[in-house]
Nanobody, 120 residues
Framework: QVQLVESGGGLVQTGGSLRLSCAASGRVFSINAMAWYRQAPGKDRELVAVITSGGSTNYADSVKGRSTISRDNAKNTVYLQMDSLKPEDTAVYYC??????????????WGQGTQVTVSS
């Protein structure tokens, strides 16, 4: 069994910053790509940022220049630093990871989501 547990969401004013964390635990052998998605009310879930096992990153245009994704492979953890937050960043943020379990099977895992609310 593998779990992804997110933390770091909350309420922040426009222009503020938040750092989200997501830790993988359980029967983890290795982790490939890790990513953050978000879903605002009434909208589809969208990719925010992704980081490969080698550290290459890609961002949605809407957060490029304001967000930084990083990972600590020793801790099986991915982070999302979000700066200059805007009300339109308000959403539930989900962690996603492509993980090889100790039985050498790959699966795609999702965290439970963490709410980010940016007040105007």
């Amino acid at each position: 069994q593998v779990q992804l547990v997110e933390s770091g969401g909350g309420l922040v004013q426009t222009g503020g910053s938040l750092r989200l964390s997501c830790a993988a635990s359980g029967r983890v052998f290795s982790i490939n790509a890790m990513a953050w998605y978000r879903q605002a009310p009434g909208k589809d879930r969208e990719l925010v940022a992704v980081i490969t096992s080698g550290g290459s990153t890609n961002y949605a245009d809407s957060v490029k220049g304001r967000s930084t994704i990083s990972r600590d492979n020793a801790k099986n953890t991915v982070y999302l630093q979000m700066d200059s937050l805007k009300p339109e960043d308000t959403a539930v943020y989900y962690c996603n990871a492509h993980i090889m379990s100790v039985d050498y099977s790959y699966s795609n895992y999702w965290g439970q989501g963490t709410q980010v609310t940016v007040s105007s």
